[in-house]
């Protein structure tokens, strides 16, 4: 038997992972509150540099 690859091991974390997803709806909830502070860093990344605040869309 051959020694394990780095594609296996990384098969194998992932089917083990996924055997106990969290439900869809947490999963696209978390997603967009990562998305909104995303945002929120980028204005104030621009802010602190003193940039002119014109409405920067959320970009999704």
Do not use: C, D, K
């Amino acid at each position: 038997m051959i020694n394990l690859t780095l594609p296996e091991i990384r098969r194998l974390i992932t089917a083990l992972i996924m055997r106990h997803a969290p439900p869809p709806a947490h999963v696209w909830s978390w997603s967009h509150w990562r998305r909104r502070r995303q945002h929120q860093a980028r204005l104030s990344h621009y802010r602190r540099r003193g940039h002119p605040l014109t409405q920067l869309p959320l970009q999704y």
